[in-house]
């Protein structure tokens, strides 16, 4: 079993950063698929960014492609989310997802274990 905790969320204002941590316990991390979803009030969860356990190969959704960087530290069982030039529509609740296998694709019924989200909102 895989226990994920975020944290790192906030309010900031628009063109702002923020930088999210993902900390897991139960068991390594180490060769999981992991990925950054979110939801927003009203809409459903989407994908926002995922990573190979070895960090070789990531994917980002277009929204978020050149203002958000995704990395993890096996070493440390975390992974972060790195983002920069925040917007209004970046307010959501953000949570990381790992699956036992595959890629980090946008699929949410593909990833195994859920964290419980960490408010992130962007003021105009």
């Known amino acids: 079993q895989v226990q994920l905790v975020e944290s790192g969320g906030g309010l900031v204002q628009a063109g702002g950063s923020l930088r999210l941590s993902c900390t897991a316990s139960g068991r390594t991390l180490s060769r999981r698929t992991m990925g950054w979803f979110r939801q927003a009030p009203g809409k459903e969860r989407e994908f926002v960014a995922g990573i190979t356990w070895f960090g070789g190969r990531t994917s980002y959704a277009d929204y978020v492609k050149g203002r958000f960087t995704i990395s993890r530290d096996n070493a440390k069982n975390t992974m972060y989310l790195q983002m920069d030039r925040l917007k209004p529509e970046d307010t959501a609740v953000y949570y990381c997802?790992?699956?036992?296998?595959?890629?980090?694709?946008?699929?949410?019924?593909?990833?195994?274990?859920w964290g419980q989200g960490t408010q992130v909102t962007v003021s105009s």
């Open positions: 997802a790992a699956r036992l296998s595959g890629d980090p694709d946008a699929d949410l019924q593909n990833y195994d274990y």
